[in-house]
T-cell receptor, first 114, second 113 residues
């Protein structure tokens, strides 16, 4: 089966600019996650969708970050405006609708803020 | 609340030696536990998972982990390290009724020739 697809792989922007990341989960996976992984740290959950509804966005900085999952498939994560501390790898993961099933991760987008 | 502690941010072993990466968890409910590996510039790949069946879990690439409830541990082991095992390893905890993972801070494994 095809894995989780993410694009772009790398992005360099200046602070205060905007950026968007795209994720296509594994076919049939109802749950989709966006993580932020800062260098030297474990992934931190930003937002979790089940189908096209938000389950958990408690750690999403809502003043600058937004995410949507139209039609319960693809998802987009946006940052506007970007800050220096947003430099990180943004990982997308998906899982089936069972709570002991593992999450499958994409290769991530490495974001550098200048 | 759930949490994960990975002791040792960096571990070095010689090729052919035993690999032991430590993970301790805290959970108020019976946990699900996972080990993932991350190679440079790649996403996380599942090594193995514990979901309340056998306490000794075998995973890919010769890795295994043992769930010890009395020690709240889920340490990852491999009898003989290979150069290709050099990567970062993450332990994660989840629980029944939630799909949310809490990750540890990771352990970077270096394999010496």
């Amino acid at each position: 089966e095809a894995g989780v697809a993410q694009s772009p792989r790398y992005k360099i922007i200046e602070k205060r600019q905007s950026v968007a990341f795209w994720c296509n989960p594994i076919s049939g996976h109802a749950t989709l996650y966006w993580y932020q992984q800062i260098l030297g740290q474990g992934p931190k959950l930003l937002i979790q969708f089940q189908n096209n509804g938000v389950v958990d966005d408690s750690q999403l900085p809502k003043d600058r970050f937004s995410a949507e999952r139209l039609k319960g498939v693809d998802s987009t994560l946006k940052i506007q405006p970007a800050k220096l501390e947003d430099s990180a790898v943004y990982l997308c993961a998906s899982s089936s609708d069972t709570d002991n099933q593992p999450q499958h991760f994409g290769d991530g987008t490495r974001l550098s803020i200048l | 609340a759930q949490s994960v502690t990975q002791l040792g941010s960096h571990v070095s072993v010689s090729e052919g030696a035993l690999v032991l990466l430590r993970c301790n968890y805290s959970s108020s409910v019976p946990p699900y536990l996972f080990w993932y590996v991350q190679y440079p510039n790649q996403g996380l790949q599942l090594l193995l998972k514990y979901t309340s069946a056998a306490t000794l879990v075998k995973g890919i690439n010769g890795f295994e982990a043992e769930f010890k409830k009395s020690e709240t541990s889920f340490h990852l082991t491999k009898p003989s390290a290979h150069m290709s095992d050099a990567a970062e390893y993450f332990c994660a905890v989840s629980g029944p009724g939630t799909y949310k993972y809490i990750f540890g801070t990771g352990t970077r494994l270096k394999v010496l020739a």
